[in-house]
């Protein structure tokens, strides 16, 4: 995910992106051939392992990197600052990203040598304890946990946290656990956070423990919390507004200088101890990142690989016209791989209510086209549905085809339209105005005149994307969208995007799909306090929204950086799109 992991994959979906070392198969486009043959095969997409932990992988220290040593320090070099580094208002996957080694929270993701994730106890003994179906969640404390000036890290901390998300002041994190916390989306109405001295009678706390209870069952509630927004913050050292500026570590880092949009220094926080800690090693002396930075420029001295830049990391992707070289030149540096997000083309259910005329347009699609213009397979692997191989419960499945032919196929899409009689329909195709997605438009256009459809194109301004795209009125029939779980489960996946009760301005049903089937099975599927059960019902679910013809699947996005080679274990962070800073080393 605000800038959430969602708005993340807007903001960077027409790009060509990459990430973790999650190396998922794929082919079909890597050369130019990608048009006219229409039978490329193309692999599944590897799906990683997304297991419920126990007390006792909850305990610490985290496993060692084989060969890695601790000292050094690591630059970073970004283009931007980040937004936010206050907990609460973290939302946002590059804010995530620095403040893992900062902010710990109730429970987090052990990452394996496989790419495997393991939910497990963070700052909590274990990953919850659930009553009432879901309704009722509780959480212990670890002993040792201390804030960066020694002090204990207590249930007043953590329910404080919970508390100030419902403050004013505090309008970009995440929404969620408020709402289940008073059962209204106006959550503020109810509570309007701790300043005033008053503490929410939804949450309990007893001697090191911390109970809440929600007013609709959360099976899932323990993967929600490991989400930032929902980070400790010390009642004591609560600045408000001014905590943005520097939050207090209870993490391995604490923050040493921030010159806002120019450089942040993060050093060792001598109060984490890595015995209660089971996700983060922590390598590295120093981070100290530069902001500024122009992701060419960040690209091409981490290419150049002098002096300082060796023990460099992109903190951006690697851009399109750099591709190429970093992975000839420097493909020993480079690291990529599956991230969170999904891309999509939306087909507008309202308009286009014959279910056989959005068949066609999927049909036709050119999907290896459109990847080969946005990087090839640096792009992503084929995608045959909405749910990413990263979330638990994933599927493989090809309702559609695609991996078979990604090239599409016209001449089907054709005799699809000849039997529904729909010969000519017309369809809008919007686009998003920059070079890049205008020669998509071209492919696009062309595949569907093959067809038999008459096609309408409509440029549309980037920085008004999303509000014309997202109007329940818009004149469009087909227009890209990205999407990435908030959390590894299929709630945050399918609930916001294909539940019909959120159809309205500005909301994610994009493709305004009112399926009584489907809001059954996604009722059913939160509801299942199995979450073993329940990510097969997700799973399952993932097929039955594809079968809607309410999208066309496009890729499952990849993201692709680049270090300097004084640099080991370099990986990307599969929950934030990102370089892994706590499992990284300096060399030499």
Same mark, same amino acid.
């Not at 994730?117 to 969640?137: E, F, H, N, R, S």
């Not at 890595?274 to 530069?290: H, K, Q, S, V």
């Not at 990087?375 to 995608?383: I, M, N, V």
């Not at 004084?566 to 990307?572: D, I, S, T, W």
């Given at each position: 995910?605000?800038?959430?992991?969602?708005?993340?994959?807007?903001?960077?979906?027409?790009?060509?992106?990459?990430?973790?070392?999650?190396?998922?198969?794929?082919?079909?486009?890597?050369?130019?051939?990608?048009?006219?043959?229409?039978?490329?095969?193309?692999?599944?997409?590897?799906?990683?392992?997304?297991?419920?932990?126990?007390?006792?992988?909850?305990?610490?220290?985290?496993?060692?990197?084989?060969?890695?040593?601790?000292?050094?320090?690591?630059?970073?070099?970004?283009?931007?600052?980040?937004?936010?580094?206050?907990?609460?208002?973290?939302?946002?996957?590059?804010?995530?990203?620095?403040?893992?080694?900062?902010?710990?929270?109730?429970?987090?993701?052990?990452?394996?040598?496989?790419?495997?994730?393991?939910?497990?106890?963070?700052?909590?003994?274990?990953?919850?304890?659930?009553?009432?179906?879901?309704?009722?969640?509780?959480?212990?404390?670890?002993?040792?946990?201390?804030?960066?000036?020694?002090?204990?890290?207590?249930?007043?901390?953590?329910?404080?946290?919970?508390?100030?998300?419902?403050?004013?002041?505090?309008?970009?994190?995440?929404?969620?656990?408020?709402?289940?916390?008073?059962?209204?989306?106006?959550?503020?109405?109810?509570?309007?956070?701790?300043?005033?001295?008053?503490?929410?009678?939804?949450?309990?706390?007893?001697?090191?423990?911390?109970?809440?209870?929600?007013?609709?069952?959360?099976?899932?509630?323990?993967?929600?919390?490991?989400?930032?927004?929902?980070?400790?913050?010390?009642?004591?050292?609560?600045?408000?507004?001014?905590?943005?500026?520097?939050?207090?570590?209870?993490?391995?880092?604490?923050?040493?200088?921030?010159?806002?949009?120019?450089?942040?220094?993060?050093?060792?926080?001598?109060?984490?101890?890595?015995?209660?800690?089971?996700?983060?090693?922590?390598?590295?002396?120093?981070?100290?990142?530069?902001?500024?930075?122009?992701?060419?420029?960040?690209?091409?001295?981490?290419?150049?690989?002098?002096?300082?830049? +060796?023990?460099?990391?992109?903190?951006?992707?690697?851009?399109?016209?750099?591709?190429?070289?970093?992975?000839?030149?420097?493909?020993?540096?480079?690291?990529?791989?599956?991230?969170?997000?999904?891309?999509?083309?939306?087909?507008?259910?309202?308009?286009?209510?014959?279910?056989?005329?959005?068949?066609?347009?999927?049909?036709?699609?050119?999907?290896?086209?459109?990847?080969?213009?946005?990087?090839?397979?640096?792009?992503?692997?084929?995608?045959?549905?909405?749910?990413?191989?990263?979330?638990?419960?994933?599927?493989?499945?090809?309702?559609?085809?695609?991996?078979?032919?990604?090239?599409?196929?016209?001449?089907?899409?054709?005799?699809?339209?000849?039997?529904?009689?729909?010969?000519?329909?017309?369809?809008?195709?919007?686009?998003?105005?920059?070079?890049?997605?205008?020669?998509?438009?071209?492919?696009?256009?062309?595949?569907?005149?093959?067809?038999?459809?008459?096609?309408?194109?409509?440029?549309?301004?980037?920085?008004?994307?999303?509000?014309?795209?997202?109007?329940?009125?818009?004149?469009?029939?087909?227009?890209?969208?990205?999407?990435?779980?908030?959390?590894?489960?299929?709630?945050?996946?399918? +609930?916001?995007?294909?539940?019909?009760?959120?159809?309205?301005?500005?909301?994610?049903?994009?493709?305004?799909?009112?399926?009584?089937?489907?809001?059954?099975?996604?009722?059913?599927?939160?509801?299942?306090?199995?979450?073993?059960?329940?990510?097969?019902?997700?799973?399952?679910?993932?097929?039955?929204?594809?079968?809607?013809?309410?999208?066309?699947?496009?890729?499952?996005?990849?993201?692709?950086?680049?270090?300097?080679?004084?640099?080991?274990?370099?990986?990307?962070?599969?929950?934030?799109?990102?370089?892994?800073?706590?499992?990284?080393?300096?060399?030499?």
């Amino acid at each position: 995910m605000s800038f959430s992991r969602r708005n993340f994959l807007i903001a960077t979906g027409v790009a060509a992106a990459s990430s973790s070392v999650l190396t998922a198969c794929s082919s079909g486009d890597s050369s130019s051939n990608t048009g006219s043959t229409g039978k490329q095969e193309a692999a599944t997409a590897k799906a990683t392992v997304v297991k419920i932990g126990t007390a006792e992988d909850s305990k610490g220290p985290a496993p060692e990197v084989s060969g890695a040593k601790k000292g050094g320090k690591v630059s970073l070099l970004n283009d931007d600052d980040f937004s936010h580094l206050d907990p609460q208002r973290i939302y946002y996957a590059w804010n995530s990203l620095a403040a893992i080694v900062i902010s710990r929270t109730l429970t987090g993701y052990k990452i394996g040598d496989d790419n495997s994730m393991t939910l497990v106890g963070d700052l909590a003994t274990d990953v919850g304890t659930m009553k009432d179906g879901g309704k009722t969640w509780s959480f212990t404390l670890k002993d040792g946990i201390k804030w960066e000036d020694g002090s204990d890290v207590t249930v007043d901390d953590v329910r404080h946290g919970f508390e100030r998300a419902f403050a004013t002041f505090i309008t970009e994190g995440a929404v969620y656990v408020q709402q289940w916390l008073t059962g209204s989306s106006d959550f503020r109405k109810s509570y309007s956070g701790p300043f005033t001295g008053k503490h929410l009678k939804s949450i309990e706390t007893s001697g090191k423990t911390i109970t809440f209870h929600l007013s609709e069952a959360r099976p899932d509630f323990n993967y929600v919390v490991a989400m930032h927004s929902y980070a400790p913050t010390p009642v004591k050292k609560d600045t408000q507004q001014n905590y943005d500026k520097k939050p207090v570590s209870n993490g391995p880092y604490k923050i040493k200088s921030h010159v806002t949009d120019k450089s942040m220094v993060l050093v060792r926080n001598e109060s984490w101890d890595p015995a209660t800690d089971p996700i983060r090693n922590a390598y590295p002396d120093e981070f100290d990142f530069t902001f500024g930075i122009e992701q060419l420029t960040a690209i091409d001295r981490l290419l150049a690989d002098s002096g300082p830049d +060796q023990y460099a990391v992109s903190w951006r992707t690697i851009p399109n016209e750099r591709i190429a070289k970093a992975t000839t030149q420097a493909k020993d540096r480079v690291f990529e791989g599956l991230g969170n997000g999904v891309s999509v083309y939306w087909i507008n259910t309202t308009r286009i209510t014959d279910k056989k005329v959005r068949e066609a347009i999927i049909k036709a699609w050119p999907t290896a086209a459109i990847r080969q213009l946005q990087g090839g397979t640096h792009r992503g692997d084929y995608a045959t549905g909405f749910m990413s191989p990263l979330v638990a419960g994933y599927e493989s499945q090809d309702v559609w085809g695609k991996l078979k032919n990604p090239a599409g196929d016209p001449a089907a899409a054709k005799k699809i339209l000849e039997e529904a009689g729909k010969t000519g329909a017309k369809v809008v195709y919007a686009y998003q105005n920059d070079p890049v997605q205008a020669k998509i438009k071209v492919v696009v256009e062309q595949a569907l005149k093959k067809a038999g459809f008459e096609v309408v194109t409509k440029p549309v301004d980037s920085t008004t994307w999303y509000d014309e795209t997202g109007k329940i009125g818009n004149p469009f029939d087909i227009y890209w969208g990205g999407w990435g779980s908030d959390w590894p489960t299929g709630f945050s996946v399918f +609930q916001p995007c294909f539940d019909s009760k959120v159809i309205a301005d500005g909301g994610q049903n994009y493709s305004h799909l009112k399926d009584p089937a489907v809001d059954a099975a996604i009722k059913a599927a939160t509801a299942e306090p199995d979450q073993t059960k329940a990510n097969k019902m997700w799973g399952a679910l993932d097929k039955q929204v594809t079968e809607t013809a309410s999208f066309v699947p496009d890729v499952y996005m990849k993201r692709i950086y680049l270090h300097g080679s004084k640099l080991g274990n370099v990986k990307m962070d599969p929950n934030f799109d990102g370089c892994m800073l706590y499992k990284l080393y300096v060399k030499s």
